[in-house]
């Protein structure tokens, strides 16, 4: 399979999701900027949350796509045994943001939370995209 062809076939949703933890990011940034002290630390931290965010999405898309193939009682287990290691790969990257000095860990955890606020500004982020597509598509 094509990449182009992988990349058409991943939900729209997921995509939306993805916007809005970049949107949330964007807004973070510019905000944090006015009131932090040390600039880079903050960027970097924040940055790396919100990648860690990302992938957190992507692999919960991929866990729930390979779900939906599995038996009820096969998929709940499988769910879980992902969802357990989505946290880890989170806490791993929490704990080396704390131990290494370079990041901000609280910006980092900001960045994180990235996912949960993506979820909520979901519908937002769907009606926005529409709101684009209909107006693009009525300028050509």
């Known amino acids: 399979m094509a990449m182009r062809e992988k990349i058409a076939g991943v939900n729209k949703t997921l995509w939306e999701l ?9 807004i973070c940034q510019i905000i944090g900027l006015f009131f932090v002290e040390n600039k880079f630390s903050y960027s970097t931290g924040l940055w790396v949350g919100l990648l860690t965010a990302v992938a957190a999405a992507i692999h919960m898309w991929w866990s729930l796509d390979r779900a939906l193939d599995l038996d009820e009682g096969t998929a709940g287990k499988k769910l879980q045994a992902q969802s357990i290691v989505r946290y880890a790969i989170i806490v791993m990257v929490m704990a080396i943001t704390m131990i290494s000095g370079v ?8 960045g994180i939370m990235g996912l949960k606020v993506a979820a909520y500004l979901q519908p937002f982020t769907h009606k926005l995209i529409i709101r684009f597509f209909k107006n693009e598509k009525t300028e050509n």
């Open 18 to 26: 993805i916007l809005g933890i970049l949107l949330y990011g964007c």
């Open 103 to 110: 990041t901000n860990p609280l910006a980092a955890f900001l």
